[in-house]
Structure formats: C-alpha cells, structure tokens
C-alpha cells in the first residue's frame, strides 16, 4: 500500500485553465503538505495543514489554494495556470507538528505540472 | 529562504568506494534531516540528527553535525549503483515543522 498518493502523476494543460491535483495519506499522520520543486530541483513548502487546519502559509500566489477535508486529505487547487507553475508539486505528511518536529515526512512521488 | 547549502553539487565515484557529501546552514536550528530524491519519485528520508547530537549512523550511512560551523556531513559507505540519487539536507527550526531544504547533490555511483 502507498504511504502518500497523489493523482495526477503527470498533468499537461493550457494558460489559464484551473486544475487540481490531490493527496491521501494512510499513516495516520496529522500533519500535511505541499513542496515545490523547481527545474533545477530546489524544494520549497508552500503549505502545511494540521489536522485540517492551515498552519504554514508560505508566500504563494493566492491562484492556489489549499483544501483538507480531513486529515488523511490535502488537495491543491491552481486557478488560472501560468507557464512559471510548471514545476513538480509533492505532498508530504508527517506523524505531528510542531515540538521541535523532530518527525521525518513522508513523501508522494509528484506530480509533474507542464503548461502549455 | 534557502537555507542548507550542499557540496558538492554533483558527485561521481566508483562502486564501493565511500561518497561524502557536505551541507551547510544559516540559523539555529532543531534538527538537520538528510533525504534521498531517485530519478521520478518523491524524497526518502534518511536519517535525521538533532542539534544536540554530534554524530548518528544508520546502517551504512554516517552523518555528522557541527553546530559552532554549522555545518553537517553525510558518508555513505560501499557505495553501490542504487545509491545514484539526489541527496538533500534539510533543517527545522523553532517551534514549528517546517523543512528548509538545500540545492541538493547529485551522486552518481559507477559500477
């Protein structure tokens, strides 16, 4: 069984149209998360969710956004795509926040974003 | 921000021989996690190290921490070609979860 699974693996679409890209856990962890990774592999978070509730935010274009209906969940919604999206977007999930985070995440295999 | 620096950023060594890669960071921190991205898929996580510890191992990986450089160093030992990946450091700091990732290193084992 896949620890982190995200759908779609591979996602091509035009400027401008909106997408969604999804993620399930089945560790049982509280903590969720989306990364970006670059063209020349540079990771960067982008947000965290704890127990369904958004607790990092970092400086992303508010065309995306962020939903978990429940713990296990945490999908990303891109509106109105633009060529610098294109990029590989992981979900991550970890057993708790916060206390040091002394907790390694776990990681889905991506989903490889191209705009056209 | 960027804040782990690694080196060097490409690697390329013989089968068996051991691969050092280095990192460097910027602020205090909690911890220092290194995690392993194969071609295609998602980030491994290795090993992690707590800024109270100086040195941990996990089978035939060495990782050291110095806190006064700030700087910390990951052995790989006997290499083998399934040890090919990419190699990232990666810090926590104050009270929340939050990863800071470096550029990573590219190791290339020869067989």
């Known amino acids: 069984d896949t620890a982190v699974s995200q759908t779609p693996k591979y996602l091509v679409t035009q400027m401008g149209n909106d997408k969604s890209i999804k993620c399930e856990q089945n560790l049982g962890h509280d903590t969720m998360y989306w990364y970006k990774q670059d063209s020349k592999k540079f990771l960067k978070i982008m947000f965290s969710y704890n127990n369904k509730e958004l607790i990092i935010n970092e400086t992303v274009p508010n065309r995306f956004s962020p939903k978990s209906p429940d713990k296990a969940h945490l999908n990303l919604h891109i509106n109105s795509l633009e060529l610098g999206d294109s990029a590989v977007y992981f979900c991550a999930s970890s057993l708790r926040f916060g206390g040091g985070a002394d907790q390694p995440q776990h990681f889905g295999d991506g989903t490889r974003l191209s705009i056209l | 921000s960027q804040q782990g620096e690694e080196d060097p950023q490409a690697l390329s060594i013989q089968e068996g021989e051991n691969a050092t890669m280095n990192c460097s960071y910027k602020?205090?921190?909690?911890?220092l996690q290194w995690y392993r991205q194969n071609s295609g898929r998602g980030l491994v996580h290795l090993i992690l190290i707590r800024s109270n510890e100086r040195e941990k191992h996990s089978g035939r990986l060495r990782v050291t921490l110095d806190t006064s450089k700030k700087s910390s160093s990951l052995l790989i030992t006997a290499s083998r070609a399934a040890d090919t990946a990419s190699y990232f450091c990666?810090?926590?700091?104050?009270?929340?979860?939050?990863?800071?990732f470096g550029k990573g290193i590219t190791l290339s084992v020869r067989p």
């Open positions: 990666a810090t926590t700091s104050g009270a929340n979860s939050k990863l800071t």
């Open positions: 602020t205090s921190i909690n911890n």
